[in-house]
């Protein structure tokens, strides 16, 4: 069956401190993997996507996530947090025969002044 | 504009009125989902259109929900006989085939 997991309901970061928003996926065949944004009332906005290649993808703003086959994991990663990138983050996945999305509950990420 | 629009942006309603929600996709994209998120939490997968092919109507909650895409366009979701645990946050989204998808705002549906 197919799954995603994102293991923490809320990360806390001081300001220009590095994050980490963790995901982990089960996926038949190849795997497609997206990062998503909500901020408050507002729809979800596309961050970056691995479909192949280099297992570090980069993304908008500043944002970039790492591929790891071995652990079927996609962590969301920035080096310096910003107070504006405090949101709702949300991981999916596909496998390359499905259309359908499978999602993550998402994560609250709380970057602190 | 060039992203995904709905409207209305906030619905409220009587208990067991109807209520139609509108999805504008970007121009092009062959395939539209619509979403269902309840305050704060994850999203619900209601249904996929792709082109002319039937559509996925597997996440329908209840028969009282229906959706449909005309000139494979603009759709349409109705909600019929509303409940209060039907108040939650309607999100559209559509994509190129299987690539990408791309998000509306919104539709904030309360129901009295």
């Known amino acids: 069956a197919q799954s995603v997991a994102q293991p923490e309901d809320q990360v806390n970061v001081a300001e220009g401190n590095p994050l980490t928003v963790k995901c982990t996926y089960s996926?038949?065949?190849?795997?497609?993997l997206f990062w998503y944004v909500q901020y408050p009332n507002r729809g979800l906005q596309f961050l970056l996507k691995y479909i192949t290649g280099d297992n570090l993808v980069k993304g908008s703003y500043g944002f970039e996530a790492e591929f790891n086959k071995s652990q079927t994991s996609f962590h969301l990663k920035k080096p310096s947090a910003l107070v504006s990138d405090s949101a709702l983050y949300f991981c999916?996945?596909?496998?390359?025969?499905?259309?359908?999305?499978?999602w993550g509950a998402g994560t609250k990420l709380i970057i602190k002044p | 504009g060039a992203g995904v629009s709905q409207s209305p942006s906030n619905k409220v309603t009587e208990k067991g009125k109807d209520v139609e929600l509108r999805c504008d996709p970007i121009?092009?994209?062959?395939?539209l989902y619509w979403y269902r998120q309840s305050l704060g939490q994850g999203l619900e997968f209601l249904i996929y259109?792709?082109?002319?092919?039937?559509?996925?109507k597997s996440g329908l909650p209840s028969d009282r929900f229906s959706a449909e895409r005309t000139g494979g366009s603009v759709s349409t979701l109705t909600i019929q006989r509303t409940q209060q645990e039907d108040s939650a946050v309607y999100l559209c989204?559509?994509?190129?085939?299987?690539?990408?998808?791309?998000f509306g705002p919104g539709t904030r549906l309360t129901v009295l």
């Open positions: 989204a559509s994509s190129s085939a299987w690539d990408t998808q791309y």
């Open positions: 259109f792709q082109g002319n092919s039937a559509p996925d």
């Open positions: 999916a996945v596909r496998g390359d025969s499905n259309y359908q999305l499978i």
């Open positions: 996926v038949s065949g190849n795997p497609y």
């Open positions: 121009s092009g994209h062959t395939a």
